[in-house]
């Protein structure tokens, strides 16, 4: 054994190997030479090679680097320019083959993964200064292959996507989801569905938004313990096809931009991949209340109902931009003809509601129910989405019944249903229609059209432009790339109760995330939701009167208000809060919102805004969910809580003035007003000074 004896400094020779510090230095010679000069080369060699496989890596590296991109077998991060990674993607179907990837101009390829060869490449793209953006695509080369990317959503704040029955902003995701078809769907009825109203984008609070390619057959699925989305391109059990003549290969494609702040960077992606309108609707119904008889008379309406139902609007002194006759006024779903016995004088209640003043629109709907006496005109003249082989109508369960889909398509079944629209507008002067569902979840699991649907929502787009014609005020629910078509599109229907589940408190997140959906003309439905007899707060078989005057509040503060349950059904208290609140919308509300609106047409920047849009340097401004902005200088913080009569404000940096006329000069930063007092009839709200 060795003993180690610390030596001083310049001994060199430690322990039992101890030498007179006078013997010839080179005493020993060749075994020492010769172990030197071995030693030496294997130095030089060590460190050819270490400097081969260091430039190789290196080189890799950089091949593997693109701009801010890093990409890894597994995924990639982009980072800011501090480092920090600002953006995440996890590789889940299959990993790549560095190896095989390149880059040139700007280009990185890799052309095989570990299961065999693939297509990927990610380009960069600078469109602007101020803007960097990846297009990414992932392509199987092999039929029954699926794709799967899944994008953290850890340590940053989400928006977009769809409407949800249970609506957070920032968005939030329960439990685990497999990824399934994403597409439009009616969660009013399925609460699991994807809404009536979605897009394939997503904005992050640190500056990134992700657009999925519309060729993409498009799955999303989630997890909240890994905290990811789910991103996935399938043609296995799946509603989309590929496009007629392609093999059913999947891709995955899509463009991650990332920008110098959330606003612009959001600005920067809906100018380049969103559709606008090209006019605004009808100033009145921003001005004005509309008035549906659906929450008041559900299918009990007729004619005695809505008469009286005017004439307690005009009685009680309330404005009305128009009356709407929803369901049911025909006899069969899928008729266009008045029901006789609850309609029997149509031609004279129409005319008597002009002279006093009333516009009318009418409920309709995509439907024809077996038992309609249009159902065989439909089956003749193959006016029908059908069964896969095409030959015949396929049939679906809608929430009344039975019945056909309209293939909107086709452009013979187009023409039947406008004509039909066009033959009720013309003959009783009805001024426009609701159109409701239209939601790809209302047809068949399998089907076939007129023109094949590669991806099923198509047919929502197509059954949004029958409302073109009629777009003053038309009113949708559902839409996919229907940013332009100029109507109002609403929220689907609400619940009446308070919290986030299709509730009162649910309203300012659905906006918010339609609004970053690009759709701006956005009526927030019924004022204290459909009152549903098992849905409903209150035990008088109306919605809670103190929930009814808070949704009410809110909604003035929207771009168009909505009553159905009148105020006078409650007493002369809740007639007063809204005589003021009406007021108070056409007077401080409409014009900026119509000022607001005139711009969507350049730019599809929202009316409502969330409050980081002037606050984005704010980490507190990403979370708040229960307070808006009109534009940029109208913020509103509604009281969203049962039994409270204030609640805390958030108020971002500036020159405020409150509507109680305080004045708050907060230059150096935000403000908190904790437990600021807000009674029943009052909704705060703060006018930017400067
Ligand atoms: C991303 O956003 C989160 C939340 O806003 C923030 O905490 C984090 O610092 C941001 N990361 C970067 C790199 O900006
Ligand atoms: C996106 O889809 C379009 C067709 O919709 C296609 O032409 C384009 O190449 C796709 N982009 C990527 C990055 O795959
Ligand atoms: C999310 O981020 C936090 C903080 O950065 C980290 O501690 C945690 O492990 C992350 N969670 C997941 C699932 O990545
Ligand atoms: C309404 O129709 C009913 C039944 O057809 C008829 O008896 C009545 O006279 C009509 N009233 C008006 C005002 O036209
Ligand atoms: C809306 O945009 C689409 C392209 O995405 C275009 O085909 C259509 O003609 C545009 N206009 C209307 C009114 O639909
Ligand atoms: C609520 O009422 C609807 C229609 O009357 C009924 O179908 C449903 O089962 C009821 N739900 C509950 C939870 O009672
Ligand atoms: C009705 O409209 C008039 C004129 O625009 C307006 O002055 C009035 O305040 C409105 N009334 C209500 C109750 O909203």
Same mark, same amino acid.
């Given at each position: 054994?060795?003993?180690?004896?610390?030596?001083?400094?310049?001994?060199?020779?430690?322990?039992?190997?101890?030498?007179?510090?006078?013997?010839?230095?080179?005493?020993?010679?060749?075994?020492?030479?010769?172990? +030197?000069?071995?030693?030496?080369?294997?130095?030089?060699?060590?460190?050819?090679? +270490?400097?081969?496989?260091?430039?190789?890596?290196?080189?890799?590296?950089?091949?593997?680097?693109?701009?801010?991109?890093?990409?890894?077998?597994?995924?990639?991060?982009?980072?800011?320019?501090?480092?920090?990674?600002?953006?995440?993607?996890?590789?889940? !179907?299959?990993?790549?083959?560095?190896?095989?990837?390149?880059?040139?101009?700007?280009?990185?390829?890799?052309?095989?993964?570990?299961?065999?060869?693939?297509?990927?490449?990610?380009?960069?793209?600078?469109?602007?200064?101020?803007?960097?953006?990846?297009?990414?695509?992932?392509?199987?080369?092999?039929?029954?292959?699926?794709?799967?990317?899944?994008?953290?959503?850890?340590?940053?704040?989400?928006?977009?996507?769809?409407?949800?029955?249970?609506?957070?902003?920032?968005?939030?995701?329960?439990?685990?989801?497999?990824?399934?078809?994403?597409?439009?769907?009616?969660?009013?009825?399925?609460?699991?569905?994807?809404?009536?109203?979605?897009?394939?984008?997503?904005?992050?609070?640190?500056?990134?938004?992700?657009?999925?390619?519309? &060729?993409?057959?498009?799955?999303?699925?989630?997890?909240?313990?890994?905290?990811?989305?789910?991103?996935?391109?399938?043609?296995?059990?799946?509603?989309?096809?590929?496009?007629?003549?392609?093999?059913?290969?999947?891709?995955?494609?899509?463009?991650?931009?990332?920008?110098?702040?959330?606003?612009?960077?959001?600005?920067?992606?809906?100018?380049?991949?969103?559709?606008?309108?090209?006019?605004?609707? !009808?100033?009145?119904?921003?001005?004005?209340?509309?008035?549906?008889?659906?929450?008041?008379?559900? *299918?009990?309406?007729?004619?005695?109902?809505?008469?009286?139902?005017?004439?307690?609007?005009?009685?009680?002194?309330?404005?009305?931009?128009?009356?709407?006759?929803?369901?049911?006024?025909?006899?069969?779903?899928?008729?266009?003809?008045?029901?006789?016995?609850? $309609?029997?004088?149509?031609?004279?209640?129409?005319?008597?509601?002009?002279?006093?003043?009333?516009?009318? !629109?009418?409920?309709?709907?995509?439907?024809?129910?077996?038992?309609?006496?249009?159902?065989?005109?439909?089956?003749?003249?193959?006016?029908?989405?059908?069964?896969?082989?095409?030959?015949?109508?396929?049939?679906?369960?809608?929430?009344?019944?039975?019945?056909?889909?309209?293939?909107?398509?086709?452009?013979?079944?187009?023409?039947?249903?406008?004509?039909?629209?066009?033959?009720?507008?013309?003959?009783?002067?009805?001024?426009?229609?609701?159109?409701?569902?239209?939601?790809? !979840?209302?047809?068949?699991?399998?089907?076939?059209?007129?023109?094949?649907?590669?991806?099923?929502? *198509?047919?929502?787009?197509?059954?949004?432009?029958?409302?073109?014609?009629?777009?003053?005020?038309?009113?949708?629910?559902?839409?996919?790339? &229907?940013?332009?078509? &100029?109507?109002? $599109?609403?929220?689907?229907?609400?619940? &009446?109760?308070?919290?986030?589940?299709?509730?009162?408190?649910?309203?300012?997140?659905?906006?918010?995330?339609?609004?970053?959906?690009?759709?701006?003309?956005?009526?927030?439905?019924?004022?204290?939701?459909? +009152?549903?007899?098992?849905? *409903?707060?209150?035990?008088?078989?109306?919605?809670?009167?103190?929930?009814?005057?808070?949704?009410?509040?809110?909604?003035?503060?929207?771009?168009?208000?909505?009553?159905?349950?009148?105020?006078?059904?409650?007493?002369?208290?809740?007639?007063?809060?809204?005589?003021? $609140?009406?007021?108070?919308?056409?007077?401080?509300?409409?014009?900026?919102?119509?000022?607001?609106?005139?711009?969507?047409?350049?730019?599809?920047?929202?009316?409502?805004?969330?409050?980081?849009?002037?606050?984005?340097?704010?980490?507190?401004?990403?979370?708040?969910?229960?307070?808006?902005?009109?534009?940029?200088?109208?913020?509103? +913080?509604?009281?969203?809580?049962?039994?409270?009569?204030?609640?805390?404000?958030?108020?971002?940096?500036?020159?405020?003035?409150?509507?109680?006329?305080?004045?708050?000069?907060?230059?150096?930063?935000?403000?908190?007003?904790?437990?600021?007092?807000?009674?029943?009839?009052?909704?705060?709200?703060?006018?930017?000074?400067?």
């Amino acid at each position: 054994m060795y003993q180690i004896v610390q030596g001083t400094v310049g001994d060199l020779y430690p322990g039992t190997f101890v030498k007179p510090p006078k013997q010839k230095r080179w005493g020993r010679q060749g075994r020492p030479m010769v172990f +030197a000069t071995i030693l030496g080369v294997v130095l030089v060699m060590a460190a050819i090679v +270490a400097w081969c496989y260091y430039t190789i890596s290196l080189r890799r590296a950089e091949i593997l680097k693109t701009e801010q991109l890093h990409l890894k077998k597994d995924g990639f991060t982009i980072h800011n320019q501090g480092g920090d990674v600002i953006f995440q993607m996890f590789f889940r !179907s299959g990993s790549l083959d560095l190896d095989s990837c390149s880059k040139e101009n700007g280009i990185l390829r890799c052309d095989q993964s570990e299961a065999g060869k693939l297509n990927f490449f990610v380009q960069t793209v600078r469109p602007k200064d101020t803007v960097m953006c990846y297009r990414v695509r992932w392509e199987e080369l092999e039929e029954s292959r699926s794709v799967e990317h899944a994008m953290s959503f850890n340590g940053s704040h989400w928006y977009g996507g769809a409407e949800q029955a249970i609506q957070r902003w920032p968005m939030s995701v329960e439990g685990r989801e497999a990824p399934k078809p994403f597409i439009t769907g009616d969660v009013y009825s399925n609460r699991q569905d994807f809404g009536s109203i979605l897009e394939r984008y997503w904005l992050s609070a640190n500056a990134t938004a992700i657009k999925i390619n519309d &060729s993409v057959p498009f799955h999303l699925g989630w997890d909240d313990q890994e905290k990811v989305l789910r991103f996935q391109a399938r043609y296995n059990d799946s509603p989309y096809k590929p496009l007629p003549g392609q093999a059913p290969l999947a891709e995955l494609s899509y463009r991650v931009c990332v920008g110098r702040d959330v606003t612009s960077i959001h600005k920067y992606m809906v100018r380049r991949y969103f559709n606008k309108p090209n006019k605004v609707p !009808s100033e009145v119904v921003f001005r004005q209340p509309i008035w549906s008889t659906w929450a008041l008379h559900k *299918t009990a309406v007729d004619q005695e109902k809505l008469l009286k139902y005017a004439s307690d609007i005009q009685k009680h002194g309330f404005n009305c931009s128009h009356l709407e006759l929803d369901d049911r006024y025909t006899s069969g779903y899928g008729e266009f003809e008045f029901d006789p016995e609850k $309609f029997p004088n149509v031609s004279t209640m129409f005319q008597r509601l002009k002279d006093d003043g009333f516009q009318v !629109s009418l409920w309709t709907h995509p439907f024809v129910n077996y038992d309609s006496a249009n159902f065989d005109v439909g089956v003749k003249r193959k006016l029908f989405v059908r069964e896969p082989s095409g030959q015949l109508p396929a049939l679906v369960n809608w929430w009344n019944g039975i019945g056909g889909v309209l293939d909107f398509t086709n452009p013979e079944a187009r023409e039947w249903y406008a004509s039909h629209l066009r033959a009720l507008k013309t003959r009783y002067g009805i001024s426009s229609f609701k159109f409701d569902a239209g939601e790809t !979840s209302y047809l068949p699991k399998q089907f076939s059209t007129f023109s094949p649907l590669h991806d099923p929502s *198509t047919f929502t787009r197509r059954y949004t432009e029958m409302a073109i014609p009629f777009n003053d005020r038309a009113e949708l629910r559902s839409g996919y790339q &229907s940013q332009n078509i &100029s109507c109002f $599109f609403r929220l689907i229907d609400r619940d &009446s109760v308070w919290g986030y589940e299709l509730g009162l408190k649910s309203i300012i997140p659905a906006v918010l995330t339609i609004s970053i959906l690009g759709y701006q003309f956005i009526l927030p439905d019924m004022i204290g939701g459909n +009152a549903y007899p098992n849905r *409903t707060l209150g035990s008088t078989g109306l919605p809670d009167r103190e929930l009814y005057i808070r949704w009410l509040e809110l909604s003035a503060f929207m771009p168009a208000m909505q009553f159905s349950i009148p105020p006078w059904a409650y007493d002369d208290g809740v007639v007063e809060i809204a005589r003021k $609140f009406t007021a108070l919308h056409e007077t401080l509300v409409a014009p900026r919102v119509l000022e607001l609106a005139g711009e969507v047409l350049d730019t599809g920047d929202p009316i409502i805004r969330p409050l980081w849009w002037i606050s984005s340097e704010d980490e507190a401004a990403y979370k708040i969910d229960s307070q808006f902005l009109i534009g940029d200088d109208l913020m509103v +913080a509604p009281v969203l809580e049962p039994g409270k009569q204030e609640r805390d404000i958030y108020l971002p940096a500036g020159k405020w003035r409150s509507y109680k006329g305080e004045h708050f000069d907060n230059m150096k930063g935000p403000v908190y007003l904790t437990d600021y007092p807000v009674d029943l009839d009052e909704i705060a709200y703060f006018v930017w000074t400067g």
